[in-house]
């Protein structure tokens, strides 16, 4: 089976860095069932050499695609959180987005690598009780019959 490609936003190498694309770095890594093979960190340019704020003439969308650029051998990024525009910009590039609460790098590879990493951009606030029930086992409704 081919590698699966996956990025994770970072500062530090550590941390899965709260927001995309201000980030110092991602970290990729090829992931199949079970296995992580390579890890590689990649610098985000555009952030080092752009101010917080577009300077005139320019657009967010342009930085978001350079975000895109150095992603684009990518499937799929984790991150923290994610502006409906920086999804879009992945998404026409064929990258799916996974949002999740899990802090550190080497355990979202580690979670995904295994398929239990979950997409928390898609868990409705109402089910999220939901959600959190156990993958084996089933709902004691208190019917014994």
Known sequence: MRALKIAIPTDDGIRVAPRLWRVAAFVVADVTPGEIGNVER?????SRRLPGRPIRGER????????????????VVVTGSIGD???????????????????LVDRVIA??????????????PMDEDFA????????DDGFDG
């Not at 990649?42 to 555009?46: A, F, I, K, T």
């Not at 967010?60 to 499937?75: F, K, M, N, P």
């Not at 026409?92 to 609460?101: A, N, Q, Y």
């Not at 979670?111 to 409705?124: G, I, K, N, T, Y």
Request: aromatic residues 4%; contains cysteine; glycine residues 4%.
């Open 132 to 139: 959190e029930a156990p993958a084996v086992g089933g709902w």
């Open 60 to 75: 967010h969308e342009d930085r978001y695609r350079a975000v895109a650029d150095i992603l684009s051998d990518c499937r």
């Open 42 to 46: 990649r610098d985000n340019v555009p």
């Open 85 to 103: 525009v920086m999804r879009r910009t992945l998404s026409r590039r064929g990258i799916e987005v996974i949002v999740t609460s899990e802090d």
């Open 111 to 124: 979670l995904f690598s295994l398929a239990l990493l979950r997409d928390e951009s898609r868990v409705v």
